[in-house]
Each structure stands twice: as structure tokens, then as C-alpha cells.
């Protein structure tokens, strides 16, 4: 269920950001280093969002800590956006609710120890 989640979230984020590389600048009024360095993070997070869904869908042992470290950012990302006034405060706590779930999970022993000896 994770590894659906996390192809789903690195598709949608992988779309994201190639709207901000791309049609981004132009519909903002012209590109800037803030608009293309957003794009670029977008782009990375995706990226590991992907790597992630791959090592949790072939239950790999580094996919563990991956999937922590994918929820910190995440939930970091929220807050930024929040600091930034892009995004609402229902957006941040569903956002930090949902990294702080998954990360619970993770943390939870049987799981660990799928991961562990996989």
C-alpha cells in the first residue's frame, strides 16, 4: 500500500514539477531563479518519491530508511510552503498528519524488521 502511495505522489510530483519547468515561468510572468530552483526540488523529491516506491513495492532493505527521510522532507516542504504563503493551514496539518502516520508505520517493529530482513 505504501509503495501505491509513494508511485502516486512521485508521478504527481514528477507532473509538478515539469509544469514548473516548463509552461511554470511563463504563466507566472516570466521565469526567475525562484521559479526554476522550485521546479528543480520538485523534481528531486519526485525522483525519490519514484526510488522510494520501488524499493518499498520490492520490500529492499534501504527503502526503510528512505521512506523516513522522504516523510521528514515532506513534511518540511509543508511548512515552507506554509512560511512561504502558498499553502493553507488545513493543507499543512493534513500534510504533517499524513508524514507523521506513514513515518509511525515505518517506525513500528514488524515493519522494521520486513525491511530488515528482506
Known amino acids: 500500500m505504501l509503495a501505491v502511495v509513494a508511485a502516486i505522489a512521485g508521478m504527481y510530483g514528477l507532473l509538478g514539477a515539469l509544469a514548473l519547468l516548463t509552461v511554470g515561468g511563463t504563466a507566472l510572468g516570466g521565469w526567475?531563479?525562484?521559479?526554476?530552483?522550485?521546479?528543480?526540488?520538485?523534481?528531486?523529491?519526485?525522483?525519490?518519491?519514484?526510488?522510494?516506491a520501488y524499493g518499498l513495492w520490492d520490500l529492499r532493505p534501504w527503502a526503510w530508511g528512505l521512506g523516513l527521510a522522504v516523510q521528514a522532507l515532506g513534511a518540511i516542504q509543508v511548512l515552507l510552503r506554509w512560511a512561504g504563503g502558498?499553502?493553507?493551514l488545513p493543507e499543512?496539518?493534513?500534510?504533517i498528519a499524513l508524514s507523521a502516520a506513514i513515518a509511525w508505520y515505518l517506525l513500528r517493529a514488524e515493519v522494521r524488521e520486513v525491511f530488515r530482513t528482506a
Open 32 to 52: 526567475t531563479g525562484a521559479i526554476f530552483a522550485a521546479g528543480l526540488v520538485a523534481l528531486g523529491y519526485a525522483a525519490l518519491s519514484l526510488l522510494l
Open 86 to 88: 502558498r499553502a493553507s
Open 92 to 95: 499543512v496539518v493534513i500534510g
